[in-house]
């Protein structure tokens, strides 16, 4: 037999490899039955066939850089010196004992002929597609060097540090600690990332690791999967959402432009115009306050709906702005009006207002949710059925179903993808909050590893005073 190149691995390909090869791929497909050292079996008529050799193979803990950001855990399987493949690492939970395709490929990736394996130059003019290798000393130098003299001429925060959605497993990490020992700035744009940049700011956790467990979404009554297509992008959750629905009776909502292979399985699949999804969202928020249907105790309790915010500026009122504090201390806390007529720190009134504009010693101030309600207050479901395309009994029913919880919302990444993505998450987040349903069993936002954080345990704000609804806003001229 000729010998050739095998795809994906670039060494010399021929009838033994080929043999070697495929007891590796059944291995692949065999989850876990794979036997060290354990040449394929000979069929009829190929007794003159070489036999394969047993080899030592050596087994390591890893973690898929998939670019789904699940972080799954797996086994990398390595004889010779090269992965020969990956298989699923048993955890502590079953459900968490999981591997899609993507996870399994691995090997294929690492060794793509076509993979960028050594720091490359580029030494002609730029488009040229000349380019020459040279080594990673030389690559780390050059770059380091730059940033030295960026750093010394305009100041360590000049270098910046700009983070994609490509890139959110553990290297993020690495890299965000070395931006953060060099003094430099943190780009998280409004596109791409902007389910990051909104989910901190809206739900205060603290990135990707706080929040309840997956299975929570089994108490989900109602469970809206917005932008998001599970079932292929992040198989992490997509079984918790199946069994969610199989097993327990959740309702799945799919709002998305395409009828994806999740939206197949949904109870409701509500189409979208695409990059319209905060209209949506303010369509709901409309129908929710024209019917009565916020939850006021909750956003008075567990947001920062009764914080003042100063006409004058859009800064909260401080007891420091009051004289009973000193600015920038921990006692300087936010100012809330109580139902009695007096002013105070959110630590003393219990029960604030909400609603109403006021004069504090002098300060004009209004309520963040009465900010948020003149924002809703542009809005109807007609209006907003006008540019998502979503019919205007459609988006009450999406209303209605929010209040029926536990409800509970997956937003995913596909509304990251437009510009303003930032206000479109928090304009949801927001609606979700005024349903009051969040920080509950069953409620709140559900997602991979990237969402964990945003579930039933982060309970500790949602609106956005005048940068959510001016964000939001901002986005209308793009409709
Ligand atoms: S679900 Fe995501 S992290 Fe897990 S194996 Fe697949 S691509 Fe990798």
């Not at 999740?262 to 129908?287: C, E, N, Q, R, Y």
């Not at 924002?375 to 009450?396: F, G, L, N, Q």
């Not at 509950?440 to 945003?454: D, I, V, W």
Request: hydrophobic share 40%.
């Amino acid at each position: 037999m000729r010998e050739g190149k095998a795809p994906g691995f670039g060494r010399p390909f021929g009838r033994r490899s080929f043999l070697k090869g495929s007891a590796v791929a059944a291995a692949a497909v065999g989850a876990g039955s794979f036997s060290v050292g354990c040449a394929p079996k000979q069929g009829k008529g190929s007794s003159d066939e070489p036999q394969a050799q047993s080899v030592e193979e050596a087994v390591y803990p890893g973690i898929c850089r998939g670019g789904c950001g699940g972080g799954c855990q797996m086994n990398v399987h390595v004889r010779e010196g090269k992965i020969v493949k990956t298989s699923r690492r048993e955890q502590s939970h079953a459900d968490s004992t999981r591997l899609c395709n993507r996870g399994l490929t691995h090997a294929l990736r690492v060794y793509d002929e076509n993979r960028l394996k050594h720091p490359m130059k580029r030494v002609g003019e730029r488009g040229e597609g000349k380019w020459e290798q040279i080594s990673w000393d030389e690559a780390v130098t050059t770059i380091t060097d730059k940033w030295k003299e960026v750093a010394e001429k305009h100041g360590p925060g000049a270098n910046a540090f700009l983070k994609g959605s490509g890139n959110i497993t553990p290297d993020a990490h690495h890299g965000l600690l070395l931006r953060s020992l060099m003094g430099a700035t943190l780009l998280d744009p409004a596109q791409d990332r902007a389910l990051y940049v909104a989910g901190p700011a809206a739900a205060g956790y603290s990135k990707y690791f706080c929040g309840s467990a997956l299975e929570d979404v089994y108490n989900t009554k109602n469970l809206l999967i917005w932008g998001i297509n599970p079932t292929e992008s992040l198989s992490t959750i997509a079984h918790y959402i199946l069994r969610a629905q199989q097993e327990h009776g959740t309702k799945l909502i799919v709002i998305d432009p395409t009828f994806t292979i999740t939206a197949s399985k949904a109870d409701m699949f509500v189409p979208i115009h695409p990059g319209t999804d905060g209209a949506l969202a303010f369509g709901m928020m409309s129908v929710l306050v024209s019917e009565n249907l916020v939850d006021e105790a909750f956003l008075a309790s567990d947001t920062v709906a009764p914080l003042l915010v100063k006409d004058e500026d859009g800064t909260y009122l401080r007891l420091s702005d009051l004289g009973k504090a000193e600015a920038g201390t921990k006692e300087d806390l936010f100012a809330v009006a109580a139902p009695d007529g007096s002013f105070g720190s959110v630590a003393e009134i219990a029960a604030p207002l909400i609603r109403g504009s006021f004069d504090v010693e002098g300060i004009a101030v209004t309520t963040s949710y009465d900010l948020l309600l003149e924002r809703v207050a542009e809005w109807t479901p007609e209006s907003a059925s006008e540019v998502c395309d979503v019919p205007v009994e459609t988006i009450k029913e999406l209303a209605h179903i929010m209040v029926d919880g536990p409800s509970a919302v997956a937003p995913g990444l596909g509304l990251d993808h437009y510009t303003n993505g930032v206000a479109t998450y928090a304009s949801i987040f927001a609606m979700t909050m005024m349903a009051g349903q969040v920080g509950k069993p069953g409620t709140g936002f559900k997602g991979g590893s990237l969402l964990k954080a945003l579930l039933v345990g982060c309970r500790t704000l949602l609106l956005i005073p005048r940068m959510l609804p001016k964000a939001i806003c901002s986005i209308l001229p793009l409709f």
